[in-house]
Every structure is written in structure tokens, then in C-alpha cells.
């Protein structure tokens, strides 16, 4: 098969990735020893425990429920089913599917192996079957909303699209934020899901938006440079 040039944004998105994956392995290091990252996790638990008026605790317990796997989960389906008629193809529900697998499988494999435990239990507690690490809810933020906004590409303009994309970190650092807040998740914790998440859109962007496409165009090169 000839090779087929790559885009810009492709190469991007994968050194985004790698560096995301990076940053999640250097964090998931980084909280089996006693250095800093676990001062700030328990620095910023003291802030948010200091900090609590009930109306606040009320709005983010609501804005932390749309981040939920069994909420963001049936949302994504929806709008999958919706871009699948208007493009009359089975892509985007499969996307949907396949992000939703790779989302489930990392979160509970990475809870399993570390084990962390939440607060408020020490910062170091490691093998106690705990759930605290990654978030899952930071992480599902961060893929459902860009997988949203990955399905609906076709219909964006350029600026629309950054637009879209900027609400997408937004919501993703307010989810985290509330986990945080809430005093259900440590800072690391949120931190390793806001990379893993990126991760992940990052890999299913080329998946979804260039694959297909080089493929085409391989083909189609084949096609015209092959025997008749």
C-alpha cells in the first residue's frame, strides 16, 4: 500500500497522546512515593474541606452527576444514533461503542491495579481496593464531550469547531474540579484522569477523522498506478 501524507493536525494529535500517556505514567509514579505531588493532594483536601457552603456542594453534586458513565454513556449513544442517520452509516455508533470500551477498560483497570484509597483516607493507601485512582468521572468528561465533538465535525466551521473545543476543556476542568471539591476524589487523581482522557480523544480523533481517509486515498493510488 503507498504511503499517504499525513496531515498536521494528525502528527499533533499523536505527540499530544504520547505526551498525555506520558503524564499519566509519570503521575501514576509519582503517588507511590512520599514527594510532593501527595503534599498537594493533601493540601488541596484541606482547602476544599475548609471551604464548604452548601449551595456550592448542591450545584457541583448536580454538575458532577452529568459526568457519571450511566448519564454521559446513553447521551453519547443518542447523539451517535442522530449523526448515523444524517450520514446514514454505522460509524458513528460504532465510535461510540468503541470509545465507550476503551474509556470503561482503562479507568477500571487502572483503579483495579492501583487501589487507591479516597479520601478520607491517607493520600499513600495503596492494595486496599480502593477506587479513587484515576477518576473515572474526570475521565469520562473528557472523552464523552470530545467524542461529541469528534461525531459532529462534519458540520462545524473552523471556529465553531474551537469553540466547541474550548467548552470541552472547560467542562472537563469544572468536572474535575468537583470531584475535588466534593471531597471524592484527590488532586492527582484528577489530574491522571484529565491526561487519560486526552489520551484517549487524542488516538480516536485519528482514528475516526484521518483513518478512513488514508485508506481511501490508498486505494485509490493503488488502483490508478496498478495493471489494468
Do not use: N
Amino acid at each position: 500500500m503507498l504511503a499517504t501524507p499525513r496531515p498536521r493536525w494528525v502528527q499533533s494529535a499523536v505527540v499530544a497522546a504520547l505526551v498525555a500517556l506520558g503524564a499519566f505514567t509519570a503521575v501514576t509514579l509519582a503517588i507511590y512515593g512520599h514527594g510532593p505531588l501527595l503534599s498537594v493532594d493533601v493540601g488541596v483536601e484541606r482547602i476544599f474541606a475548609g471551604h464548604r457552603p452548601g449551595w456550592l456542594v448542591q450545584a457541583f453534586t448536580v454538575e458532577t452527576a452529568t459526568a457519571t458513565f450511566w448519564v454521559a454513556g446513553p447521551v453519547l449513544a443518542v447523539v451517535s444514533v442522530i449523526v448515523a442517520r444524517r450520514q446514514r452509516s454505522w460509524r458513528p455508533p460504532l465510535m461510540a461503542a468503541a470509545a465507550a470500551a476503551v474509556l470503561v477498560a482503562s479507568v477500571s483497570t487502572g483503579k483495579a491495579a492501583v487501589g487507591r484509597s479516597r479520601i478520607p483516607f491517607a493520600a499513600d493507601t495503596f492494595g486496599d481496593g480502593g477506587t479513587s485512582y484515576p477518576s473515572g468521572h474526570t475521565t469520562t468528561a473528557v472523552v464523552v464531550a470530545g467524542v461529541l465533538v469528534l461525531l459532529w465535525d462534519p458540520y462545524l466551521s473552523t471556529a465553531a469547531r474551537r469553540r466547541c473545543l474550548g467548552l470541552v476543556a472547560a467542562y472537563a476542568v469544572v468536572t474535575g474540579f468537583s470531584r475535588m471539591y466534593l471531597r471524592q476524589h484527590w488532586f492527582s487523581d484528577v489530574l491522571a484522569g484529565w491526561f487519560l482522557g486526552t489520551a484517549i480523544v487524542c488516538l480516536l480523533a485519528v482514528g475516526w477523522l484521518w483513518l478512513p481517509v488514508a485508506v481511501r486515498r490508498a486505494r485509490a493510488a493503488e488502483g490508478v498506478a496498478g495493471p489494468p
